[in-house]
């Protein structure tokens, strides 16, 4: 079989959890035999990217196919102006190939394509992976829209992804709540829904969960933004200072004397060793898809406090961790009190049900095996 994935970037040339996604489905696709001719980008200037971060076994079946960002503009709507232009660009460069059984496009790198075959061009089936939908998540209320700029940026998001989302003859779904928004908001037909999690690579997995002394010790991983919860958690540290327990930031915070600050981190093998000397994982995200800090913090064997949103709730519940509304403040408060009193034994009963959750549902090499599916079944 081959297929066209569609990518806004590969990790680690671009960091993102859609980068970070489109780079292990690629992997692993070409690791069972399906042959890929992937179409990717970079930051704005950049004129090529030399893909070494996949083995030279896996680019047997990956033919990488550069096209530049095509602009950086700075006006209302430009993210989605600009993945206009991307998906153009890389639809000129797509009729250069030999023809493929099915494309598998990421965020709105298929809008394009999909105009296209609805002027009537034969294209293979499109399937569409749009991970997050936070204009839907923010529009039901989920998230304050600021301001009218940004209540514009997210009327143009909802109209590009209706149109993507509604005309693709695939949409891959994380399943939880991002289905729920697919069904409701998007108006997805149910029968072009497939659900198919994110996945991790087993190379992630902790052969047991971190020690557990008695002393908790949280950890953030992400943004300073108040989208990702930052604010609640500095609230939190200034609220409760000098308890029990310390305080990791992975991101780009400035230092301050509440908590342990160990900046931006793109080794994975450093993350993984951040992890491992921690116990919990803090992620009081406003909107989420599925996201990847989660699914490493529990293949280290953490537990999870994090915000019942996208599919969060397919990753994260009293087995492993703390499920809290978004925004609440007491919410939060209360489960990493809770965190904080669990005995060393229950500690580390959370972290191996996180172990067990991933080992179970969540390997890539297992999700690969799904995803093929629905492309042959598609396909035809």
Known sequence: MRIAVLADGIFPYVIGGIQRHSYYL???LAQKGIHIDLYHTGAYGVNDIILECFSPEEMKFIRPVFVPFPANYRFPG??????????????????K??????????????????????KGQKLAPIGVKLHGYEAYQEFRGMMPAWNLVHKLNNKLHRNATEFISQNADVVFSYGGGITSILEREVKVPPKKMVEIPTGIDESWLSVTPPVADGKCRFIFVGRNTSRKGADLVQAWLNDNAGGNYEFHFVGPFPESKNGVYHGEVKDSLKLQRLFSACNVLVCPSDSEGMPNVIMEAMARGLAVIATNVGAVSAMVDSSNGWLIPRRDKQALTDAMKEAMDLSPGEMRKRGQASLEKVRKNFLWKNIADQVISAMKQAAG
């Not at 430009?78 to 009729?95: D, G, I, P, T």
């Not at 494309?103 to 296209?116: G, M, R, S």
Request: charged share 20%; net charge positive.
């Open 26 to 28: 690629c992997k692993h």
């Open 97 to 118: 190939q030999p023809a493929v059984d099915f494309i598998y496009a990421k965020n709105y790198c298929a809008w394009y394509f999909l105009e296209q075959k609805q």
């Open 78 to 95: 430009h993210y989605l102006y600009e993945s206009k232009l991307l998906s153009k660009a890389m639809y000129k460069a797509f009729l």
